[in-house]
């Protein structure tokens, strides 16, 4: 049982100690589906560039609003995807950059 469990997280990753800063265009990009997330925040110590925060409380007005990208600081690692997939709930997916660029009419730099 142990290993397993040790197996299964392994995949997450470690936590980010020293944030840094994007230094070119994300193959992909990490969108959240906000109607799935649960606002419990573990994908926020697990991104290197420190791109992701709570919605804000006034838009839903609930206890627990669920997170954002802020796309343009976005390195697309996917460490935010795979600490929700394997920790929470799965409300993050990775999107080619230039189908989200299509989709949300967001032009990332």
Sequence with gaps: ????????????????????KKKVRPKRMAVVDEDSCTGCQVCIPFCPVDCIELVPQDKYNIVMPPVQIRFNECIGCALCEKACRNLTWDAIVMLPTDDFEEIYGIPID
């Design 1 to 20: 049982m142990a290993a397993r469990l040790k197996e299964h997280f392994r995949e997450v990753g470690n936590v980010v100690e020293e944030i840094s």
